[in-house]
C-alpha cells in the first residue's frame, strides 16, 4: 500500500455514507466507477415506468476475487467470490462490513499498480 492512500481513511470513507442505504448504493457505484472504470460494472434500471434509473448491482473484479452487492427493497447483499481465469469457483455471502473491508484491500492493490487509480482513490478520500 502506498503511503498516499490509506486503507483505513478508505474503509471509513466508504462506510460515511452507509447510514442513507439507497444514497449509499449510488454513490459508491459513482466513486468506484470513477476509480476503477475497467474492473466495475454497474446495473441500473427503473423501478417505476417512468422513474429514475437506481443502482441494483455493482460487481468488482479484483484479480481472483469478484465483490458483488445487490441492492433492493431497503436492504443490500454482500458477496466476495473467488475466480480463476473469469470463472467464479466460490461464492460466500458476507456483512457488509466484511465486503467493505475486501473492497478496500482490492482498491489498496489496484492503487498500487495504478498511478491513475491511486489519483482517483485521492480524489474519493479528498471529497
Keep these: 500500500m502506498t503511503e498516499d492512500v490509506n486503507l483505513d481513511l478508505l474503509a471509513a470513507s466508504l462506510r460515511a455514507d452507509a447510514s442513507d442505504l439507497d444514497a449509499f448504493v449510488e454513490g459508491l457505484a459513482v466513486k468506484l466507477e470513477q476509480a476503477l472504470p475497467g474492473s466495475v460494472h454497474v446495473y441500473r434500471w427503473r423501478t417505476r415506468m417512468l422513474g429514475p434509473k437506481v443502482v441494483r448491482r455493482i460487481r468488482i473484479d479484483a484479480g481472483d476475487r469478484r465483490l458483488e452487492l445487490r441492492a433492493g427493497d431497503g436492504s443490500i447483499e ?28 482490492a482498491l489498496a492493490r489496484e492503487a498500487e499498480r495504478s498511478e491513475k487509480t491511486r489519483q482517483a482513490l485521492e480524489r474519493l478520500l479528498i471529497r
Aim: hydrophobic residues 40%; contains cysteine.
Design 78 to 105: 454482500t458477496l466476495c467470490s473467488r475466480t480463476s481465469s473469469g470463472i467464479v469457483l466460490k461464492t460466500e455471502a458476507v456483512d457488509v462490513d466484511t465486503w467493505l473491508d475486501a473492497l478496500g484491500q
